[in-house]
């Protein structure tokens, strides 16, 4: 016998976390399993339940699973085109994230879990034998005496190079997404780190500041949690979207440019955003001319009646536009639900003689095409 | 009609995240939502959900909650002690986080969101206007040709001395936690950045690795995903926790030591654990008793045979011991499943004349009891 009182301490630790009044744990599950034909079986314990489907966008539609004896339901489905998608379980109606899977989509709205079927060669947000960037948690002064919080990615060798400076892209994730989103989900340290590698993209740092301001100024002082930052509500929204610029401008950008070894001007200064993102970042580029050369715009637009309200002047001094910025990148997918506005987005800036280099992918307004979008446009940034 | 296009867009952006295969989403929900009284009211939007309960560590059993007129469950409870306690919903007997909360508590097996009651003067814990540290994800080179993972905290003024060496503290958390956990559960940067404000601990970095080691090295290489962790199969569970300790002494530290500013002495170098973490700890000191002069057990132990058996030389030879080791905390809560072996063990290192600080705290087997010995043992530290 080698089982030790020892061994029998480890057992006995295995609650460690958690309630007394949870349910049972019930049996060790493993999920998800990805096979090297880049098929996954996906498991969940659930001995009660009625219906359990799995939800992805890997898949068109919920797929079934099915129970074994010991209540863990589980389906296999592939293969997967190589990627890091969202998935969760519907179970009797309800969405799950996956209890056995650490990897989870920050949001403030939903639940779910990630699963990365990896490239025979590999993808460019791959774990690669590279020297990595550090991806750092920081809490800045932010408006109205708040405390902000940011994640900062600083490239391969900064620390080492106390006197280097370094361009600064600041990138803002989507509706109900926070700041943890585009690491978590958009693995930008990890492209990153690979494109310096490569020497496909400059080392930078990137600046990854939470979008609804508002929300959290609210919450800081007492007051009561905002209504829905989704809704339509018109003076609502545009005093959102301004709270996320003026704390930016006035507070993130100063702290980031103290705290940090920056190239601070507006040629090493570029911004990007996804979605919702992406018209805080095409507000804060177009209203703050003198803060960023580079932008970036992913599935997102500004309407033309938007652009000749607030921004007539990009549009109608287009030299002075074309000399001011560096890059302009506006992408979106064929199938992406703001692929309509997007194209016409376009084609005012093609209308006003405003240069900016499209990009037109495949598929629809998710974080795999924020992969690749990042992953396309970063290289070109501060050339 | 202030609704400009630009408006109507942000509704558009609502759903920037996920698939088109989930359920609808709904009616905006907010939640927890903590009162002045320091109540808290929670809700959870199933419509067709049969029973739903609210299970967290600050009740004695799963409280029923109440459905309204649109699908949304909700319950009032408290006034709740001020601390941060996981919660989820038992939605027909299956736990869910909160998906309205994006404060989780990072775990391999289970999910569960995250409440925080402020106190009526700041907790340890509490974010307040003092200067903050940096947390870091770093990526180091790990056992077997794998990359490993750390979460770092860097005090406030780290990078603005960059002459100034610190002490380190490695903190291990327990069994099917992450290297997260720690920071995101058990709040240490916003501990230390208070405690260091008050002047009532040193500044020093602090070293969260993840537990186990054995289960990445597996993922990474391709191999099959190991065996339940919390199984109490002997040879498994000894050799797990010495591949924890041979990556901590092999690779961590000498990462830790080439890449932050460290006092790279036994005597400026300090660990401990909670639960597994904690077991770990104990066993990484006793058996390398170069390299800790500093050890904290929360709510962990080694039996006396354990002691007798692998670490005879702690209590045969307790002057020695009592020389090398400048602290040696135990702290236990009284309604811990592991109150009698922890007692257990302060009565051996009694009889072996073992020089340690009993702390024996009411509650059980809780991170609101781990935040409480981190804040009470941190102090002492490097003193």
Known sequence: ??????????????????????????PWVISPEVYADKS????YLAPEAQVVKLSGQFLKAPSPMTKDAQGIWSVTVGPIAPDIYPYNFQVDGISVMDPANVAFFPNERFKASLVD??????????????????????????????????????????????????????????????EETFFKVGKVNFILDNLIAENKAKPMIIVMPYGNVAARVAEQRGAAKPADPTSRDGDDAVSRARAFENDLISQV??????????????????????SRGGGQTLRAAFGNMDKFAWVCSYSSYLSPAEMDKSFGQIGSQPDQTNKQLKLLWVSVGKDDFLYNGTTEFMEYLKAKKVDFK??????????????????KSAPILFR
Chains 1, 2 share one sequence.
């Open 253 to 274: 950008i100063p702290y980031v440019d103290k705290n940090y070894r920056t190239e601070a001007t507006r040629d090493s200064r570029a911004i990007g955003g996804f």
């Open 358 to 375: 499209p990009y037109i992918s495949e598929g629809g307004h998710t974080w795999m095409n924020v992969k690749d979008y990042v992953a």
């Open 117 to 178: 079927i990896p490239g025979d060669t590999p993808l460019v947000h791959a774990l690669k034998d590279v020297p990595h960037g550090t991806v750092s948690y920081e809490y800045y002064p932010s408006v109205s005496g708040t405390t902000g919080s940011l994640v900062v990615y600083t490239p391969p060798g900064y620390d080492k190079n106390p006197t280097k400076k370094y361009p600064v892209f600041y990138l803002i994730s989507g509706t109900t997404d926070t």
């Open 40 to 43: 996954v079986t996906f498991r």
């Open 1 to 26: 016998m080698k089982i030790s009182t020892f061994n029998l301490i480890i057992s006995l630790l295995l609650v460690a976390g958690f309630a007394q009044s949870q349910p049972p744990r019930g």
